[in-house]
Antibody, heavy 118, light 110 residues
Framework: QVQLQESGPGLVKPAETLSLTCTVSGGSVNTYYWTWIRQPPGKRLEWIGSINYSGGAKYNPSLKSRVTMSIDMSENQFSLKLNSVTAADTAVYYC????????????WGQGTLVTVSS | QSVLTQPPSVSAAPGQKVTISCSGS????????VSWYQQLPGTAPQLLIYENYKRPSGIPDRFSGSKSGTSATLGITGLQTGDEADYYC???????????FGGGTKLTVL
């Protein structure tokens, strides 16, 4: 069973960079596509972007200018960086893995709340 | 506003059946697979339906999915109080070049 665990600061100051890491167990990051999805309090899910082992990444066009994702195969982790954050970036951030064919999200982390505030 | 439109809420009595609609367009639902997720209060979403109608192992056959044209539907039969949750549809949008989610539907089992 694949398990994912997000880690990173729960509080980030405005204009700074949000950095999160997802540690994967029960599976290897050198297969499938891996993704970050967020959910502002009381709002819908929002896809941030996805990455695979070859480094190929796709980002949400509305966030593309501020997002960078990477994979660390030696640590079996993948990461998210979102720069120039504002209060609108306050959300629960989920890391997840796509299923075969990458048309659905098969496994989810438990999520981590990141608050942007001074 | 979401490119995928879901009713904000639906309700039904225990044991009854409910359907949740997800309306899109040719750039998303019309030409891509739809998946559905259940989000129980305070928890991460869980995959319910993938590739329009397929159920992952462990998901009871009370849950079903279908797609017709630019709309998709999630059906739940034999409603239980434990089914109270938010339900989201999702697909790829070729015009936006991104994965999109519906606005979510809150199911209340009266």
């Amino acid at each position: 069973q694949v398990q994912l665990q997000e880690s990173g600061p729960g509080l980030v100051k405005p204009a700074e960079t949000l950095s999160l890491t997802c540690t994967v167990s029960g599976g290897s990051v050198n297969t499938y596509y891996w993704t970050w999805i967020r959910q502002p309090p009381g709002k819908r899910l929002e896809w941030i972007g996805s990455i695979n082992y070859s480094g190929g990444a796709k980002y949400n066009p509305s966030l593309k200018s501020r997002v960078t994702m990477s994979i660390d195969m030696s640590e079996n982790q993948f990461s998210l960086k979102l720069n120039s954050v504002t209060a609108a970036d306050t959300a629960v951030y989920y890391c997840a893995r796509f299923g075969e064919g990458a048309s659905y999200v098969e496994y989810w982390g438990q999520g981590t709340l990141v608050t942007v505030s001074s | 506003q979401s490119v995928l439109t879901q009713p904000p809420s639906v309700s039904a009595a225990p044991g009854q059946k409910v359907t949740i609609s997800c309306s899109g367009s040719s750039s998303n639902i019309g030409n891509n697979y739809v998946s559905w997720y259940q989000q129980l209060p305070g928890t991460a979403p869980q995959l319910l339906i993938y590739e329009n109608y397929k159920r992952p192992s462990g998901i009871p056959d009370r849950f079903s999915g279908s797609k017709s044209g630019t709309s998709a539907t999630l059906g739940i039969t034999g409603l239980q109080t434990g089914d109270e949750a938010d339900y989201y549809c999702s697909t790829w949008d070729s015009s936006l070049s991104g994965r999109v989610f519906g606005g979510g539907t809150k199911l209340t089992v009266l």
